[in-house]
């Protein structure tokens, strides 16, 4: 008998009330969209049901995982909503794992442990999902941590720009994204730039990472990690998430350690470079604007204003002119999704 069936599957009402669940937490959070990472298309079936039924919260752009469903998204096109409550216009790939469990891919190796880390994504296998999405409008967001991984990730997003030209496209500027871009060396950092390649960052990992990383890649390779502020200054757009649920999910988390670079505690190890933290008025963009950005939508949303969509959160204090140590005590009061309440305290 295979392990796997011993493992009690979810049936479809049970993976409907978890999505149900999940989707009043973010609600409750203070969020009026998720950008859903790598999720099967059944997940889309069910909150299509919920949306069909008048009773999706909040909004919701669903990313493919990497798998036959994939191939689906890559052949139909995608999936996209007039009333903008849920899309599905990209692929999620990974390239590589994580720097605490080494498994971030680097040029050099690791301090505490001998591996450079595992590029996961094969180039021959991946090329063709990249020319593909690239023809049909499909957005690619790649998971990349190591400074080896977003380099390789760039190469080849670089390579399928210039297989397929801008008639060819479906959309001119595909707006692909590298998810977390945590280490990029200065010449990588400038190429998110010259690729017009969003960086996809949360900040809340910087925070995590920083009671490991320097023993992990050292306190040089730490100037290149997390780099915020200097991909904001070369005009790089910075989309802000949580990563939920590996990390907690809190906006305020978030919005707290880009524009502070220390732990909830106030700490922050040496050669951690706060310069990179950023204003409060770009930790608010990277939420909102150009978050709105990343998926095609800074036109109707990312900021209040006539004719935009009216999404935005209340909180009980003002998050950009409080003290940074206050920052948590900030409760969300409502959170509002197309002029409708959709969580009130």
Known sequence: MLIENLIPKKSRKQERQAIEAGLEVNARMGWTQVHDAGSPLQDFEILKEIKDEGNLPIRVQLYVENTKDAQELLNNGPFLD??????????????DGAIGSRGAVFFNKYEDYDTEGLLILKKDETMPTLIKALENGIQIETHAIGDLGNKTVLDWYE????MVND????????????????????????RFK???????????????????AYKRLGYERLSNAYPWRSLLDLGVVI?????????????????KAAVSRKDLDGFYDEGWHLEQAVTREEALKMFTIWASYTVFEEDIKGTIEVGKLADFTIFSKDIMVIPEEEIMTAEVVKTIVGGKVVYSK
């Open 239 to 255: 989309a802000g998430g949580s990563d939920a649920p590996v990390e907690i999910g809190d906006p305020r988390i978030e919005f």
């Open 167 to 190: 008639k060819e496209r479906t959309i001119t500027n595909p707006r692909w994204r590298i998810e977390h871009s945590q280490n990029i060396r200065p010449e990588d950092q400038i």
């Open 82 to 95: 007039n009333q903008h409550q849920l899309t599905a216009r990209g692929i999620k790939l990974v390239a």
């Open 194 to 212: 010259d690729l017009e390649v969003i960086a996809s960052m949360q900040p809340s990992h910087a925070i995590g990472d920083l009671h490991f």
């Open 159 to 162: 390579e399928a720009f210039s």
